[in-house]
């Protein structure tokens, strides 16, 4: 199911977007989320209160990034409906 829906979402960013610049940012999105997890399991870890202040740090920083690219893809396939100017 969610390769379906990763699928359609994919789809729906090659209509508007290029196809290149489609794939670069699902593909820096995919990172992203790889990244995410290995912060994750370096989390679950008995670690030193500065490590996980830096682990915390890095965990946002991604989360930020993968929000930028949602935000990145989604206005750049924006349908005529949503557009909140009109």
Known sequence: MQIL?????WK???KKMGIERSLAYEAKRRFCYIELE???FYLC????LNEV???IANTCEIINEIRRLDDVIYSENMPQCDDPLN
């Open 5 to 9: 829906i990763i699928l359609i979402g």
């Open 12 to 14: 729906r960013t090659v």
């Open 38 to 40: 290995k912060w994750k």
């Open 45 to 48: 870890e008995k670690r030193h």
């Open 53 to 55: 202040e830096i682990a």
